[in-house]
């Protein structure tokens, strides 16, 4: 399993995260070129360079807003993109060429500073309009976060608990206290620290990072560490302004025996309670032919005391979206819960042995070195049964003949 873990012992904010995330191996011609589908992509430009603070040294990311520089030369200082709002920015993410799961986690991000904001200034959701996240550079952090996290493609993402710092801050609203009241709204329900220094640490852009894309908060650290990256924070402060994150490799704890297996499958599930269920037999069917490792039902009482099923598939990951297919095409659903499951298997043989009615395989299955059960194959007893034309029970009685009875 891979890990990405945020160390925020100084905070996150979103240019210190893209900083972090090239650092760590995001390529960062792969990232300006993903931001350049962007239709804004003419009002600013990525800077990356080599800085340190306190003796780190990593990666110092800046976003150079080249309207504001422009409005600067011409407005003396106006910027036309403070009063952005929610619907505005979700256009500019849903009209640019990004790939479906950036654009979700993107607006995943700007939704949680939105819902703040909101209810931060008392506000309806698509009323708020944006100050620091509404301009571009802000922007460019969210949609840069979530390019890089796809580009990882990890499987989990941790986070410690996060500083915020202390003091005041101004933003357009006037002075306000530290953390501001949007960052600590949005991270309601995660473990924080406060006061390392008299500054600003987390801004709700790096909150809103956090907060959408962050599985787990824990200030342990129980992986295998394969990379370090370090992302250079604007301010040298006390302590080393810099957000720390990891790449590692968490590992299951497995038995010593060598007849134990662990592998990773995926398990689909859907509620159906509004289908003919004469066509189960067909789809289960369909799914076993299709990579299916097993698929199953599971009877329950819904909402408006109807009965429905849960249909549960699970699969390996390269047969996934087939499967999903198949149950959208061929079910009444609208909606497939996935997970991703370790998996534990016992070693097993297979072996084929003669019966007065033809051959049949057995399957034998060991733990520890010592054979735990064996048993027939179902469908090979089927097969003769048929073939010979006497009930199946009494194949299987012939084939626990010669497992037990050594002939």
Same mark, same amino acid.
Request: glycine content about 8%.
């Given at each position: 399993?891979?890990?990405?873990?945020?160390?925020?012992?100084?905070?996150?904010?979103?240019?210190?995260?893209?900083?972090?995330?090239?650092?760590? +191996?995001?390529?960062?011609?792969?990232?300006?070129?993903? &931001? =350049?589908?962007? @239709?804004?992509?003419? $009002?600013? %430009?990525? *800077? /990356?360079?080599?800085?340190?603070?306190?003796?780190?040294?990593?990666?110092?990311?800046?976003?150079?807003?080249?309207?504001?520089?422009?409005?600067?030369?011409?407005?003396?200082?106006?910027?036309?993109?403070?009063?952005?709002?929610?619907?505005?920015?979700?256009?500019?993410?849903?009209?640019? +060429?990004?790939?479906?799961?950036?654009?979700?986690?993107? &607006? =995943?991000?700007? @939704?949680?500073?939105? $819902?703040? %904001?909101? *209810? /931060?200034?008392?506000?309806?959701?698509?009323?708020?309009?944006?100050?620091?996240?509404?301009?571009?550079?802000?922007?460019?952090?969210?949609?840069?976060?979530?390019?890089?996290?796809?580009?990882?493609?990890?499987?989990?993402?941790?986070?410690?608990?996060?500083?915020?710092?202390?003091?005041?801050?101004?933003?357009?609203?006037?002075?306000?206290?530290?953390?501001?009241?949007?960052?600590?709204?949005?991270?309601?329900?995660?473990? /924080?620290?406060?006061?390392?220094?008299?500054?600003?640490?987390?801004?709700?852009?790096?909150?809103?990072?956090?907060?959408?894309?962050?599985?787990?908060?824990?200030?342990?650290?129980?992986?295998?560490?394969?990379?370090?990256?370090?992302?250079?924070?604007?301010?040298?402060?006390?302590?080393?302004?810099?957000?720390?994150?990891?790449?590692?490799?968490?590992?299951?704890?497995?038995?010593?025996?060598?007849?134990?297996?662990?592998?990773?499958?995926?398990?689909?599930?859907?509620?159906?309670?509004?289908?003919?269920?004469?066509?189960?037999?067909?789809?289960?069917?369909?799914?076993?032919?299709?990579?299916?490792?097993?698929?199953?039902?599971?009877?329950?009482?819904?909402?408006?005391?109807?009965?429905?099923?849960?249909?549960?598939?699970?699969?390996?990951?390269?047969?996934?979206?087939?499967?999903?297919?198949?149950?959208?095409?061929?079910?009444?659903?609208?909606?497939?819960?996935?997970?991703?499951?370790?998996?534990?298997?016992?070693?097993?043989?297979?072996?084929?042995?003669?019966?007065?009615?033809?051959?049949?395989?057995?399957?034998?299955?060991?733990?520890?070195?010592?054979?735990?059960?064996?048993?027939?194959?179902?469908?090979?007893?089927?097969?003769?049964?048929?073939?010979?034309?006497?009930?199946?029970?009494?194949?299987?009685?012939?084939?626990?003949?010669?497992?037990?009875?050594?002939?």
């Amino acid at each position: 399993m891979r890990i990405l873990y945020y160390d925020c012992f100084a905070g996150i904010s979103g240019d210190m995260n893209l900083g972090a995330m090239i650092d760590l +191996g995001v390529d960062k011609d792969f990232l300006i070129k993903e &931001l =350049s589908k962007l @239709n804004i992509a003419g $009002e600013f %430009e990525v *800077k /990356v360079g080599r800085q340190s603070r306190k003796g780190v040294e990593g990666t110092k990311v800046d976003v150079i807003l080249k309207q504001v520089e422009e409005d600067h030369h011409h407005h003396h200082g106006h910027d036309h993109h403070e009063h952005r709002n929610l619907g505005s920015i979700e256009s500019i993410i849903n009209s640019s +060429g990004l790939n479906d799961n950036v654009k979700k986690m993107s &607006l =995943s991000m700007f @939704n949680k500073v939105a $819902e703040a %904001e909101a *209810k /931060v200034h008392g506000k309806p959701l698509q009323e708020v309009h944006f100050h620091e996240v509404g301009a571009v550079d802000s922007i460019v952090d969210i949609v840069g976060a979530a390019i890089c996290l796809d580009y990882l493609k990890v499987d989990k993402v941790m986070a410690s608990s996060v500083e915020l710092g202390g003091g005041f801050v101004k933003c357009a609203h006037g002075m306000i206290p530290v953390p501001a009241p949007a960052t600590v709204e949005i991270l309601k329900g995660v473990p /924080v620290k406060a006061g390392i220094v008299p500054f600003e640490t987390t801004t709700p852009t790096g909150a809103a990072i956090l907060a959408s894309s962050v599985d787990e908060f824990s200030d342990v650290k129980e992986f295998i560490i394969e990379k370090i990256g370090y992302g250079i924070g604007g301010r040298d402060t006390e302590i080393p302004n810099v957000l720390r994150v990891y790449l590692g490799k968490k590992k299951i704890e497995r038995p010593a025996a060598n007849d134990v297996e662990f592998d990773e499958v995926c398990l689909l599930e859907c509620n159906i309670d509004d289908m003919n269920p004469e066509i189960y037999e067909y789809i289960m069917e369909r799914l076993f032919n299709n990579g299916a490792l097993d698929a199953y039902r599971i009877p329950i009482l819904m909402k408006k005391e109807r009965f429905g099923v849960i249909l549960s598939v699970i699969c390996k990951e390269e047969d996934k979206e087939n499967l999903k297919e198949i149950i959208f095409l061929e079910t009444s659903t609208i909606g497939i819960r996935e997970h991703k499951l370790p998996r534990t298997k016992l070693k097993r043989e297979f072996e084929v042995v003669d019966t007065a009615y033809g051959k049949a395989s057995i399957k034998k299955v060991y733990y520890k070195g010592q054979l735990l059960k064996t048993k027939p194959e179902y469908d090979d007893c089927r097969r003769l049964a048929e073939d010979n034309k006497i009930p199946i029970k009494d194949i299987y009685d012939e084939i626990s003949g010669k497992i037990y009875g050594g002939n």
